[in-house]
């Protein structure tokens, strides 16, 4: 399921030149023939050329999570989830969504339960995880999560914990936790809020998008001022963005004050790949070989990862 990483997406991870990217993927698989090396590596030898780099994924908890719908929050979530794992960190990505979009778009279904039955105690979430691909597995969602609010209103645990402890005995398989979110205030986004390394709000270009940010990062301050030892960090992501509307440059001017997010230098521009890879059950790494979502995709996830900080520079890469 989860496709190589190309040499020429190599060389751009690693700040390399294509011929320093060829050395060192080949340094990393010996088997990697010279009338092969298109096909790139698999995860498995990606995570072992950034080894050899250096670099190691850190253990982060991302949430994407905006109370206005529509902003292409399950679009993020389901592509990144799927980048990282391609880039060969182990990723769980628990789907928070009675809409269960983030499922459908893994083309699975729930068989041994979905989180609402964690809460209730009627399954574990190491039961109810689907394994796609070594690295990617996926804690599915349905309808039945509409329960969700239910049943943590009758459930009187420490909020600063509660997640924590549901998730403790699998959190040491995984580099990241990616959850997609409802866009609702509600309990299930509250406790998601406080266990979160990361927080992504994906917004458009367009008045109500903007209103339910602003809502957003208002109730993740009241968060942080209930609980003053939380430091996320927020990342403000612009999806969708389209030069050819004044109101996507009208929009991006207004967006200097927002607290203590910050406004990642990244834009999501529109691409009918999007659309595409939605239609086919897809990522848009499986769909085109090069397009806009592709590499837009690939430069948040980098961000995310913590790639592009590591690689700054020459990248580590011998001249």
Known sequence: ????????????????TPDQAERLSRATDPDLAPEKATSGLTPEKMRA??????????????????????????????????????LGAKVLLVDLDKQANATQSFQCRPERGVFVDAITGQQSIEKMILVLHPFLHVVPSSLQNARLETELIHRRKNPRTYYQSLFA????????LIFDLPPDLSHNTYLSTILADTICIPINADEYSIAGMRMTLESIQSIRQEFEDLDPEIFVIWSRFDTREKSSLR?????KDIGDATLLPIVIRTDVTFKHAQASKKSVFQIKPRSNARQDIDILVRELTGLRAYFGGNGGIDS
């Open 169 to 176: 005995p699998v959190r040491d398989r995984y580099d990241f």
């Open 49 to 86: 050329l950034l080894d050899r780099r250096g670099f190691r994924y850190p253990d982060r908890n991302i949430i994407f999570h905006c109370l206005k719908g529509g902003a292409s929050k399950t679009t993020l979530a389901y592509n990144s989830a799927f980048r990282i794992a391609q």
């Open 251 to 255: 929009y991006l001017a207004e967006l």
């Open 1 to 16: 399921m989860v496709n190589n990483v190309r040499l020429d997406e190599i060389s751009a991870i690693l700040n390399a």
